[in-house]
Antibody, heavy 120, light 107 residues
Framework: QVQLAESGGGVVQPGGSLRLSCAAS????????IHWVRQAPGKGLEWVAV????????YYAESVKGRFTISRDNSENTVFLQMHSLRGEDTAVYYC?????????????WGQGTLVTVSS | DIQMTQSPSTLSASVGDRVTITCRAS??????LAWYQQKQGKAPKLLIY???NLARGVPSRFSAIESGTEFTLTISSLQPDDFATYYC?????????FGGGTKVEIK
């Protein structure tokens, strides 16, 4: 079955960096785009970034543009989110999600999430 | 960016009730809209894609329609497993955007 597993979360000081990973299994990884979505404590969902199936395109939310970079390694079935210049407002659970097999754009599978806490 | 306005933000209902949640887009998104269900401490789950299509394994008591820029999710007879938070999401344009969520609580 389709599985996504995030890792790399933790506590980081403001201005610091962190790299999240999303390891995929159970499907043909290089056929699907992968997104990152975050959820601040007690808040709603916020789309963060996407990388296309072949890594040819990336898109970002304005709130992270220039600070975060999404990438993928199709040989390792893994997507990364490199985060720099972290701020308190980046504190959230970060989920990776797969572009759906239904329409190529909704999110039909999600990981369990990894918590990033930005605090001094 | 496209704004997704979801209402109500909270809804109190009883088992067996018919429940309706609305989402309005700030501009046309054709039918590129999804609905997700999220339970406390868990990842969201896809319920509906392309405005009105039920994802595999989702009970038929869930349904959804579109009317221009207004989208509606209906639960025909609320079950105990349905108490959760529901989000709409547009995916017609980047950045993809979510509605603020509707928490369905037990009355």
């Amino acid at each position: 079955q389709v599985q996504l597993a995030e890792s790399g979360g933790g506590v980081v000081q403001p201005g610091g960096s962190l790299r999240l990973s999303c390891a995929a299994s159970g499907f043909t990884f290089n056929n699907f785009g992968i997104h990152w979505v975050r959820q601040a404590p007690g808040k709603g969902l916020e789309w963060v970034a996407v990388v296309w199936f072949d890594g040819s395109r990336e898109y970002y939310a304005e709130s992270v543009k220039g600070r975060f970079t999404i990438s993928r390694d199709n040989s390792e079935n893994t997507v990364f989110l490199q985060m720099h210049s972290l701020r308190g407002e980046d504190t959230a659970v970060y989920y990776c999600a797969r572009s759906s097999a239904y329409d190529g754009s909704s999110f039909d599978s999600w990981g369990q999430g990894t918590l990033v806490t930005v605090s001094s | 960016d496209i704004q997704m306005t979801q209402s109500p933000s909270t809804l109190s209902a009883s088992v067996g009730d018919r429940v309706t949640i609305t989402c309005r887009a700030s501009q046309t998104i054709t039918n590129w809209l999804a609905w997700y269900q999220q339970k406390q401490g868990k990842a969201p789950k896809l319920l509906i894609y392309k405005a009105s299509n039920l994802a595999r394994g989702v009970p038929s008591r869930f349904s959804a329609i579109e009317s221009g820029t207004e989208f509606t999710l209906t639960i025909s007879s609320l079950q105990p497993d349905d108490f959760a938070t529901y989000y709409c999401q547009q995916y017609n344009y980047y950045p993809f955007t979510f509605g603020g969520g509707t928490k369905v609580e037990i009355k």
